[in-house]
């Protein structure tokens, strides 16, 4: 396994507990962005892998993409954001995002709790 795959199963590995999400999207995507995603953009200095996911979730709020979001909340639980962080977190998207937006990553949210309750 070269190093960039290897980063990029140890950056999913804290993410998603070790497995890449099924996110519908065909093998040769997900074969492609891997490596790349996480073993390069994921890994890069300057930012920690909690900013990162939180950027990411706000980014699949602000552009309206639940399934994606659904995996990322998973994601950032994992790695220490707090349930009451990510529902503020929705909140203050809803005033840069639109509301419809942030009304939809806050039921992605929920659901996501409900899924763990």
């Keep these: 396994m070269d190093e960039r795959t290897q980063k990029a199963v140890e950056t999913v590995g804290k993410l998603f507990g070790g497995n890449l999400p099924k996110t519908g999207a065909p093998n040769a995507f997900s074969e492609a962005s891997f490596g790349h995603v996480y073993g390069e953009i994921w890994t890069r200095d300057g930012l920690d892998l909690k900013t990162r996911s939180l ?9 309206n993409k639940p399934e994606e979001l659904h995996i990322h909340l998973q994601g950032a639980l994992n790695i220490g954001w707090t349930r009451e962080e990510l529902t503020e977190l929705m909140l203050h998207l809803s005033y840069y995002s639109g509301f419809p937006n942030g009304i939809e990553g806050a039921k992605v949210l929920e659901g996501l709790f409900s899924e763990t309750d």
Excluded: F, K
């Excluded at 950027?55 to 552009?63: D, F, H, N, P, Y």
């Design 55 to 63: 950027i990411t979730v706000a980014a699949l709020v602000a552009t």
